[in-house]
């Protein structure tokens, strides 16, 4: 089976702060492909980052990173200088070779100003 | 590029009716999905499409859920006899291909409440 798991329900950090989101993972597929979506508050679903399972460089794209460790099965999130936009409900999610995602249960990030 | 749109984006109903919800993909995407989102919990997939085909449907679907997409276009989810644990978001998604390259992008969806 595979499963998605993010242990942080709910954080939140000081505007201009960087923070980390976590999430694991568990499959027997070799090559798949990761996902960060953020959901703010009554609006849609926002692709934030992707990676490849075979690429070992992790994708950047502005403030936001990823640590992608495919040995330990985890997946992070790292948000720099946060803004209060960043206000949001962030999902990992997976396509395990089966072209539907598989998606965590969500980590809740306030940012306070 | 005017995004995937659904319609309604409230809809509230009594226990036992039928409801039918609409979704518009990106133009030109021959993929798309739907997706069930309860309080609290990471959308869960029900079915998708690929052009007029229905490929995959989850075990979360029902025999009383049934989608459509006639002609590789627009999609209709229904779903007849609600019940109270049919409350939910229900999202739908488009993309024009599958894996990295083409990532699926979301509606603002149908919130579901059944009375």
């Known amino acids: 089976a595979q499963t998605v798991t993010q242990s942080q329900p709910e954080m939140s950090v000081q505007e201009a702060e960087t923070v980390t989101l976590s999430c694991t993972y568990d499959?027997?597929?070799?090559?798949?492909?990761l996902f960060w979506y953020k959901q703010p508050p009554s609006r849609q679903m926002i692709l934030v980052i992707r990676?490849?399972?075979?690429?070992?460089q992790n994708a950047t794209e502005n403030r936001f990173s990823v640590n992608f460790q495919k040995a330990a099965k985890s997946f992070s999130l790292k948000i720099s200088d946060s803004q209060l936009g960043d206000t949001a409900m962030y999902f990992c999610?997976?396509?395990?070779?089966?072209?539907?995602?598989?998606f965590g249960t969500g980590t809740r990030l306030t940012i306070i100003p | 590029d005017t995004g995937v749109s659904q319609d309604p984006r409230h809809k509230i109903t009594k226990r036992g009716q039928n409801v039918t919800f609409r979704c518009d993909p990106i133009?030109?995407?021959?993929?798309l999905y739907w997706y069930r989102q309860t309080l609290g919990q990471g959308p869960e997939f029900l079915t998708y499409?690929?052009?007029?085909?229905?490929?995959?449907k989850s075990r979360l679907l029902s025999d009383r859920f049934s989608a459509e997409r006639p002609k590789g276009s627009f999609s209709t989810l229904e779903i007849q006899r609600t019940e109270q644990g049919d409350s939910a978001m229900y999202l739908c998604?488009?993309?024009?291909?599958?894996?990295?390259?083409?990532?699926?992008?979301f509606g603002d969806g149908t919130r579901l409440s059944i009375l």
């Open positions: 998604a488009s993309s024009s291909g599958a894996g990295y390259t083409q990532p699926q992008h």
């Open positions: 499959t027997s597929e070799s090559n798949y492909y």
């Open positions: 990676q490849e399972a075979y690429k070992q």
């Open positions: 999610a997976f396509d395990f070779g089966n072209e539907k995602l598989t």
């Open positions: 133009s030109e995407h021959n993929r």
């Open positions: 499409f690929q052009n007029e085909a229905q490929l995959e």
